[in-house]
């Protein structure tokens, strides 16, 4: 018999016997229950003593390798290998799967914890950057991700004590976390001179920031805070792979096979060996410990799992073992007795008892097992062995009775002949030797026909024949004993087999998939007596075959548990059990047999049964007993609603088109028309392909869909309204259960659901990105707060979300056949059903996937002819409804039908308007409600069904099929269509919406036409005919049938209708004279198929439109063809435009115009617009004639696909569009311009930005255009060349002191000037000053806080509180690289907090990811920190109106906007923003949903829906001459008013997204900054002015920006360029473009400049004053400014005129020197700041100038790689008296020597030369230059400084340093913005040090002040100053 089905009898597993210890560890815990829960192979055990009874887990697909406890000690988290694995929660009460997560990790999750309260679980992963991520786990949500560490991970732990810490370890290193907002930041272990660096293997925290770990050579770490302080030595002799704690201590297991024992200071309480007990044994190695109570258990290395009690320690109880290293082949089942005996690679044999579950005997062999066989009589039993022997043993004590090697490979299988004679023993070289058992096993013969190694042998009953299967899969059969091969088939044929245990055979060609040719079944076994076939694989899956089984692909259930490969499966002797082996796994699985008499027993019991389904996907074979498809469902499941283009892509086709647009706009475009159009009323249901889309409204409204549009009818007043937010198809709607809120879902790449209020139609939120081409069924759950959706991608995905909040609860696949219904259970709240094409599923939600049953059918009832389409249940009983257009209601059992109706026209109600097109249509939808039932059509009618009888039509449509043809009629308000669906109707446009006449025709139909007098109506059809028909009544007038193709377009000439021309597919247009009602002409020349015809006004004239887009004239009625040149055409007048080609509408043709088509036009009868409908179903607006390419347009959606035809009414009233595929009907009104009620504009827009530009400025184009480099990724500042220093080989010098010297001690090698004191090196600095603020490129940085006693802003990469009385200042240091952003939440619940957003690279969620700290302005303490996916960086933040969400804009190329939940770290809507830069993003201050963002020639209206983001574009159109610039600032009013700042200096106030009114010239130049002041309503404006009488750069305005008053900066610069604004009591605080922050007092007037910086960087020059706490910087801003560090400001600044690149103080600090940039240098007096002296003598940058200590010289090094020596002592004429010959590159820096004699030059070459002064000559004798004495030091060259270049400066360098006055410490600067601390000198390479971080890239300047107290460093992209202080040693 052919195994049609599969077998009804199944296996359950019973025991497994093993344990994973191999490459695992930790995972080994006792449960709540006392239970102990461990992992082998792909099975959760969770195993009880006491009982000695196994529950099992089998939620994984591949092995498991981790496991994690959690702290309640009921739920379990394992992690699993493989491509995508995965991580279950599981109960290990009921093995019940709680959650699972997925889609983060690859490879494998190789370590799993919980948190102390069990709410978040971290996960570390196998990928390449060992990936860790925190789940919250019962959402099934991942909270944060970070790469882990380059090497291997071995454990990870929260820190118990501390919340949001967790420590990991693995591979040479340690790491502390911590977890802030969604990131997670780690900190690597120091391990200092305590202890070596090495790998950590295990790790437990403790209180008071301690860790203690277990490490690779036995010794434990112990950690506090990131630093080890202590070891405890030899803990274990060798590795320690286990550490575990509990309340009384920790736990530690080793390599060594001990188990230590430590009390809660880790002082050890007792040791055991597990080697020195009686089970124990040499080589024991202990991977996890867990310790309870008195209760210690250990698994080992090798499988086995001990239980200790601890005061008998010595005593270790067994209570699990397994086979160990290498894999496992050998299986044999004992013939009598339940017995199975396995042999392994770790050359034990083991027996095992089937009914005890336990290990009886086990003796270890000489080489790896490779098969076993027992004799028939259970006395002998046989070992293969892998290099090519064998042995006997005697099976009661395991003594050998032989060892025999006749083969050199390995023996694959041996087996016993049944009569107990002989055994066959099968080799790797492919051949099978029979030895006799009686004669001690003497050699009778061989079998030597196989070409390949031998895998199976089986022996007759009779022992007389042997057959044999081989790798090459040939079958061949031997005589027995001699081993002669045979033939002959015919004497093989009735031979019966004592076994069966071959793969291949006739009797088991069903075990192999249909086509294909696989080798991948490694065993198998027939149970005759159950005519059941098991077999094993490579994949792990254990399957049941029917036996015997002939047709290839039987059907099958199949088990999962072994991971990869099982290697042997047997039936026990008396067919009880099976068990099977696995290869990797090591482990023994042992089923329990359950027959189809048992199965049924069993149903109620065992829950954890997981049976495959039967019928399961990978069975092939076809079934036999499936019905046959119903003709609709067949339609229906073959729909395909695959887009070649979706909505979704519009945006990157129009980029790719860009080039294209600005060839072709040459000419100014049009206006879009003044006009507007509205939807009014459609006609159509989609009832064709969708099924229970119909409800009643609370109100009684009724709610449906058609197109992309959702509609509420009010059936009282015949009207509708319309939702119309979605852009395609609507595929599904479902009805909230409590409230009027509609669900529904739609087509698209990404599809989206939008839930959406029938009163108000706004959405409320928008869920998509899970599903693919579409979503086709829609359910709320009962209490409305959950909703379930399902795809029609290839796995109909089926999602559940929480809707208000647009999360997805779970995900899973749900068939791949096509889904129709998704319902969820009212009852229980987790269980939903799908049903669809041959399937019913019963899920249950767990977590993030869900689960289901099969359920038993339990009757049928038959409720229909045909298929039953719709049900609704009621309180008692059920409503259905089915293709056999009968209504049917049902008790609540469905025992019996109570009432039917059917849907005929006989029974429609007097009143009824509309025509039923046919009795009895197929019924799609049914839903019950105000006394009525409601019911949808096949044919697209909408009824309402009465409960005493009569039927009420309410809406129509066309039905399936494509709808063509549309014609107004010449003076009523009607209108004609016919339809591929074979039927002309007739609509009524007025108010009564409805149906008038209804024709059925022959042939489906393409167009139709009123004659002028309206009287005819004539059609034509598919066919190639048409027919005129009677307007009133549709009867026919006349017909002819003269084409073969379709009939494309008809017409009536004008006046009185005289003619009658037909364009037909075949290119051809025929002519017939109407009254005569014949052919008068034929209209040739076309090269394609006609799609449009025109007539003239005199009727003399055609003009035609072909497929080919050729536009083409013909004269009537002979159809003779002209040419008339273009400028002609549009002054001829036509009767009527449709025609889409010309000169007149060039302008329609989108930028996209090769993958969509103009499809359809018409002009009004004023001649004034022009309405197009295209493929994408759009329907736009144009002003007449639209010429030159790409006009601007109003487009509407609401069609879903094309748009096939579109016609003005007579009066010009309302606009009449086709949807082809969607069938619909829609009536547009007409709305003149100026005519605007007051409601959302529909959508309007054009698909192109404007291309005027939207102005120029040069700070606006500096801020868009301007890259921001990471610090880690910066590159040298100076153009250095050459080799670094610590790469340079080093020259030995000529003498080399010897060791004990007697010359004179070196001299010191700094003059020091502080000698009385004693020398005190300095261990840290601090931050106490930052002279800067970033406005150049930042704007809205600077707040009040505190009622304006402290202001906060950001420099470089630091926040700045500082405050406004005193100038003191504290800094929030936590950021990495450089802030762009900074708000501070108003909201009362949250004072003084402030979030800033940085620079980034790729958002890979490192620590370089950008990110957003959200802190306390007061304490800086780091509240939550939001790593995020805007690479690049970020540009703008701002809080909600609650404050508790942030949006941020990314500076990425989609410059996305992204909302936080910032508490939680939690994203909860993000979206791409626009093509271009985003400067500002700000939510209204009254909202929580509401925001406006502001950017290069864009201002965008954002709502946020659930976790969708909504956004509209301003709309210009309103206002005339208004057009799109680039918008900089946003403030608010009240009445959703917005203002925006724009950059030509207007403010542009926006009503809702509708731009109402100009602020013209509100400021001169761009307005950069607004702010919107809370209390009062008053708008802060800040712009780039020139400073005059009545102007000013910041203005205060009233509420509706109309009046104002200005206030002057008197800050003395050309032009003032405010970058921020904000008002605090009576004052406004302003930053500016100059870096400067300025209190304007709002009364006075009056300024007080609080924040001075530099302009322009880098700041090159640096001084410090010989004794006073002064310094000098200079700037490329051509500034020299004066600093005073105690009074924290600014003295003086001196404009130079050009920029300064050095500066220096003479000895006395009475002069100043500064070198320029255009190679000038000028001394001043400080006194007076008069110029005492200046001189050019070089055309480059001066780099450094140096006085001499005794005030002789000036020494000026410059780019011209020279020095230059001027004796000052000549007075000011400055000639120069000589200069250093030979530098081999640029100057860096200078130091004399303290005698005034020698100079250090450091070059642009890296290397440092040393003259004489001031001959200028090279000093080439290095133990002079030992010899010398440096008054300063700031060479960054040199051996004394070897120690400062670090080993990550490829590309970057060390640029300043300088050594303290004390000449014992030394500061450097770099590329990376590090200012450094060293000990001079340090000239061992990659010297300590400690790094301080702040400055943004390149800190180009550094120096001591006097008396070390401070070090100031300068900034190169940042042009801020730092002063930190010097904290000295204590002595």
Not at 1361 to 1374: K, M, P, R, W
Request: hydrophobic content about 35%; overall charge neutral; some cysteine.
């Amino acid at each position: 018999m052919a195994a049609r089905s599969a077998p009804s009898c199944h296996l359950r597993l019973e025991w497994v016997y093993g344990y994973r210890g191999h490459q695992c560890r930790n995972n080994l815990y006792y449960t709540a229950a006392k239970e102990i829960v461990y992992f082998v192979a792909g099975v959760g055990v969770v195993y009880s003593p006491r009982e000695h009874r196994q529950k099992f887990y089998r939620g994984h697909s591949d092995d498991i390798i981790s496991l994690a406890l959690h702290p309640e000690r009921v739920l379990v988290a394992t992690g699993q290998v493989g491509k995508e694995p995965y991580i279950c929660v599981w109960d290990s009460y009921t093995v019940q799967t709680i959650s699972i997560l997925k889609d983060v990790h690859t490879h494998g999750i190789a370590c799993l914890a919980f948190d102390l309260d069990g709410q978040r679980l971290v996960s570390v992963g196998l990928d390449s950057k060992n990936a860790v991520c925190v789940w919250d786990w019962k959402r099934g949500k991942m909270l944060s991700m970070a790469p882990g560490h380059t090497d291997r991970i071995f454990d990870i732990s929260w820190d118990l004590y501390q919340p949001n810490k967790l420590v990991s370890c693995g591979v040479k290193h340690i790491k502390f976390w911590s977890l802030c907002g969604n990131a997670l930041t780690p900190k690597r272990g120091v391990f200092g001179k305590t202890g070596d660096l090495q790998t950590i293997l295990c790790l437990a925290c403790a209180r008071d920031e301690l860790t203690y770990s277990g490490a690779l050579n036995g010794d434990i770490y112990v950690w506090k805070g990131i630093n080890l302080i202590r070891t405890i030595q030899g803990a274990h002799t060798a590795g320690i792979f286990s550490m575990n704690a509990c309340e009384e201590g920790f736990a530690t297991g080793g390599r060594d096979g001990c188990i230590r024992l430590w009390d809660l200071t880790f002082k050890p309480i007792t040791v055991i060996d597990l080697r020195e007990t009686d089970q124990g044994y040499k080589g024991l190695s202990v991977r996890s410990v867990c310790w309870r109570g008195d209760h210690i258990l250990v698994g080992t290395q090798d499988s086995e799992i001990f239980e200790i009690v601890v005061h008998e320690r010595n005593k270790p109880f067994l209570i699990m073992q397994g086979h160990c290293e290498g894999e496992l082949w050998a299986l044999a089942i004992h013939p009598t007795k339940p017995l199975a005996v396995t042999g392994s690679d770790d050359r034990s044999v083991r027996i095992w008892s089937l009914v005890d579950h336990a290990l009886i005997a086990r003796c270890n062999m000489e080489e790896p097992i490779r098969c076993a066989a027992v004799n028939v009589d259970g006395i002998h039993l046989a070992l293969g062995m892998k290099d090519g022997s064998f042995t006997v043993l005697r099976v009661r004590d395991m003594t050998e009775v032989v060892h025999i090697k006749d083969r050199k490979e390995a023996i694959h299988e041996l087996k016993y002949s049944p009569d107990g004679t002989y055994l066959a023993v099968g080799c790797n070289d492919s051949s099978v030797d029979i030895y006799g058992v009686a004669q001690r096993y003497k050699k009778f013969g061989e079998c030597v026909g196989s070409l390949s190694f031998i895998t199976h042998l089986d022996w007759s009953s009779d022992s007389r024949y042997l057959q044999t299967n081989d790798g090459n899969g040939k079958r061949l059969f031997y005589r027995m004993p001699g081993g002669k091969e045979v033939t002959n088939k015919d004497e093989i044929k009735g031979v019966h087999w004592a076994s069966w245990t071959c793969v291949s055979g006739l009797e088991v060609n069903g075990i192999w998939p249909k086509y294909s040719d696989i080798n991948d079944i490694n065993s198998v076994d027939g149970n005759y007596i159950g005519q059941v076939l098991v077999t094993a694989d490579d994949y792990g899956i254990i399957k049941l075959f029917r036996y015997p089984c002939l047709r290839k692909g039987a059907k099958f259930k199949k088990y999962i548990g072994h991971s990869a490969h099982v290697t042997n499966v047997r039936w026990s002797h008396d067919y009880q059990w099976v068990i099977s082996i696995g290869g990797a796994d090591h482990s023994v699985f042992q089923w329990k047999f359950i027959t189809e008499r048992k199965l049924k027993d069993t149903l109620h019991i065992a829950p954890q049964e997981s049976l495959a389904d039967s019928n399961s996907d990978e069975s092939d074979s076809d079934l036999s007993d499936v019905p046959e498809l119903d003709s609709e469902i067949e339609q229906e499941t073959q729909l395909t609603y695959r887009r070649q283009v979706y909505k979704e892509d519009l945006p990157q086709l129009k980029e790719q088109c860009k080039e294209k647009q600005k060839s072709g706009t040459s000419k100014r475009r049009e206006w879009a028309p003044g006009n507007s159009i509205r939807l009014h009323f459609v006609h159509g249901y989609r009832g064709y392909d969708c099924r229970s889309n119909l409800f009643y409204t609370q109100i009684g409204e009724i709610v449906y869909h058609v197109a992309a549009v959702g509609v509420i009818y009010n059936r009282q007043q015949n009207t509708q309204r319309f939702y119309l937010g979605h852009d395609d198809d609507i595929l599904c709607l479902a009805l909230h259960p409590l409230k009027d809120y509609v669900a529904t879902g739609q087509v698209g790449r990404d599809p989206s659901i939008h839930i959406w209020d029938t009163e108000t139609i706004k959405p409320l939120s928008i869920l998509k990105g899970y599903h693919q081409y579409g979503v086709c069924a829609v359910d709320f759950s009962a209490d409305g707060k959950r909703l379930a959706s399902v795809g029609i991608d290839d796995g109909h995905t089926i999602v559940l979300w929480d809707w208000k909040k647009g999360e997805k609860l779970s995900l899973a696949r749900g068939s791949k056949d096509k889904i129709f219904v998704v319902k969820m259970n009212p009852y229980v709240p987790d269980k939903l059903i799908t049903a669809g094409i041959k399937h019913m599923k019963f899920w249950r939600r767990a977590g993030d996937v869900c689960i289901w049953r099969d359920v038993f059918l339990v009757k049928t009832v038959k409720a229909h002819d045909g298929p039953v389409f719709s049900m609704h249940a009621l309180e008692k009983g059920f409503v259905t409804g089915g293709k056999d257009g009968v209504v049917a209601l049902w008790d609540d059992s469905f025992e019996r039908c109570l009432k039917t109706y059917a849907i005929k026209r006989a029974a429609l109600a007097p009143g009824s308007k509309g025509l039923l097109l046919e009795d009895n249509p197929s019924i799609r939808a049914i839903s019950l409600g105000h006394g009525h039932i409601l019911v949808g059509t096949k044919n697209g009618e909408i009824l309402e069904v009465d409960k005493s009888g009569p039927v009420t039509l309410l809406v129509q449509g066309h039905m399936e099929g494509e709808v063509w043809g549309l014609a107004t009629h010449p003076y009523l308000p009607i209108c004609a269509t016919v339809s591929d669906d074979k039927t002309l109707r007739i609509w009524d446009l007025s108010p009564s919406h409805c149906m008038l006449a209804v024709r059925k025709l022959k042939k489906g139909g393409r167009c139709c036409c009123f004659s002028p007098d309206g009287k005819a109506l004539a059609v034509g059809l598919n066919d190639g005919s048409f027919l005129m028909a009677n307007a009133d009544t549709l009867e026919d007038l006349v017909s002819f049938h003269h084409r073969k193709d379709i009939i494309s377009d008809i017409r009536f000439s004008p006046g009185s209708g005289k003619y009658l021309a037909v364009a037909s597919h075949d290119s051809f247009i025929d002519i017939y004279n109407v009254m005569s009602s014949k052919r008068v002409g034929i209209c040739k020349g076309a090269t394609s198929y006609i799609t449009h015809i025109d007539w003239d006004i005199r009727g003399k004239l055609l003009q035609v439109n072909t497929g080919a887009k050729e536009q083409l004239f013909f004269e009537a009625p002979r159809g003779k063809k002209q040419t008339i040149p273009s400028v002609e055409v549009e002054k001829i007048g036509w009767a009527s435009w449709t025609s889409v080609l010309g000169l007149c509408c060039e302008g329609i043709w989108p930028v996209i115009g090769e993958v969509t088509d103009v499809t359809a036009s018409c002009l009004t009868s004023d001649k004034m617009i022009l309405a197009t409908g295209d493929d994408l179903g759009f329907v736009k607006l144009f002003r007449y004639p639209a010429k030159g390419k790409f006009g601007k347009f109003k487009r509407y959606v609401a069609h879903s696909t094309h748009v096939t035809n579109v016609r003005w009414t007579y009066d010009d009233s309302m606009l009449v569009t086709l949807g082809g595929a969607d069938m619909s009907l829609m009536v547009w009104t007409n709305e003149m311009e100026g005519y605007r009620e007051k409601r959302p504009c529909d959508s309007e827009e054009s698909d192109i930005d404007s291309e005027e530009d939207g102005g120029y400025d040069s700070d606006v184009t500096r801020e868009n255009e301007i890259s921001y480099t990471i610090r880690a990724l910066s590159t040298n500042i100076r153009p250095m060349f050459g080799i670094k220093p610590h790469l340079q080989q080093k020259e030995p010098s000529v003498d080399e002191r010897p060791p004990v010297s007697r010359a004179p001690p070196q001299p010191e090698k700094l003059q020091t000037n502080n000698v009385g004191k004693k020398k005190r090196p300095i261990e840290d600095l601090v931050l106490e000053l930052v002279f800067g603020y970033r406005g150049r490129d930042c704007r809205n940085n600077v707040h009040y806080l505190n009622d304006g006693d402290d202001i906060i802003y950001h420099a470089a990469s630091v926040g700045i509180l500082h405050n406004v009385a005193t100038g003191a200042q504290s800094f929030y240091q936590e950021h990495n690289d450089d802030i762009l952003c900074l708000t501070v939440n108003q909201h009362p619940r949250f004072i003084n907090i402030v979030a800033t957003g940085q620079v980034g690279d790729s958002a890979d969620m490192s620590a370089t990811a950008p990110s957003i700290h959200i802190w306390d302005a007061m304490n800086k303490q780091t509240l939550s920190i939001l790593r995020c996916y805007h690479s690049k960086g970020v540009c703008s933040v701002s809080f909600s109106a609650t404050g508790k969400l942030l949006l941020s804009v990314g500076l990425d190329p989609e410059h996305t906007v992204t909302i936080w939940r910032w508490q939680e770290g939690a994203k909860i809507a993000s979206r791409a923003g626009h093509n271009q830069r985003i400067f500002v993003a700000e939510f209204r201050p009254d909202s929580d949903s509401q925001f406006v963002s502001v950017g290069v020639k864009h201002v965008k209206f954002w709502t946020l829906a659930g976790r969708a983001l909504l956004s509209k574009k301003g709309l210009l159109s309103t206002l005339e001459d208004a057009r799109m610039q680039t918008m900089l600032a946003v403030a608010f009013g009240a009445n959703n008013l917005t203002f925006t700042g724009t950059i030509s200096g207007d403010v542009c106030v926006w009503k809702d997204h509708i731009l109402c009114r100009i602020v013209a010239r509100a400021h001169n130049g761009p307005v950069f900054a607004m702010y919107t002041t809370l209390r009062d309503g008053l708008i802060v404006t800040g712009g780039k002015e020139r400073p005059s009488k009545e102007g000013g750069a910041v203005k205060l305005w009233d509420q509706e920006l109309r009046r104002c008053r200005a206030f002057r900066l008197e800050t003395g610069q050309v032009t003032d360029c405010v970058r921020s604004v904000c008002r605090g009591k009576g004052k406004i605080l302003v930053g500016t473009r100059n870096a400067e922050i300025i209190e304007v007092g709002e009364k006075n007037a009056a300024c007080n400049i609080l924040v001075n910086g530099h302009v322009d960087g880098p700041i090159w020059g640096l001084a410090t004053h010989p004794s006073r706490d002064f310094f000098l910087s200079a700037a490329e801003d051509g500034t020299v400014r004066l600093w005073d560090i105690a009074d924290k400001k600014m003295l003086n600044k001196v404009n130079l005129g050009h920029a300064a690149r050095t500066v220096c103080y003479s000895p006395e600090g009475d002069m100043v020197a500064i070198g320029m940039k255009n190679g000038e240098f000028i001394i001043l007096l400080v006194s007076s700041l008069k110029i005492w002296g200046k001189k050019r003598d070089r055309r480059c940058a001066i780099h450094d100038i140096r006085f001499s200590p005794d005030c002789r010289f000036l020494a000026v090094g410059s780019s011209e790689n020279s020095v230059d020596f001027y004796d000052l002592t000549l007075g000011p004429t400055l000639n120069r008296i000589s200069y250093c010959k030979d530098i081999p590159s640029f100057v860096i820096q200078m130091d004399f020597s303290a005698d005034s004699r020698y100079l250090q030059v450091s070059t642009g070459c890296y290397k440092r030369r040393v003259y004489e002064v001031p001959s200028g000559k090279h000093l080439l004798d290095q133990a002079a230059i030992n010899r010398i004495t440096w008054a300063t030091w700031t060479s960054i060259l040199g051996d004394e400084v070897m120690g400062i270049w670090s080993r990550h400066a490829e590309r970057a360098d060390v640029n300043c340093a300088c050594v303290s006055h004390s000449g014992v410490s030394l500061v450097t600067g770099d590329d990376f913005g590090m200012v450094k601390l060293f000990d001079f000198p340090c000239p061992e390479k990659f010297a300590k040090h400690k790094r301080f971080l702040g400055h943004s890239p390149h800190v180009t300047n550094i120096r001591f002040t006097s008396g070390d107290r401070h070090v100031v460093s300068a900034g190169g992209d940042d042009c801020s100053l730092f002063v930190w202080k010097c904290v000295h040693m204590l002595h």
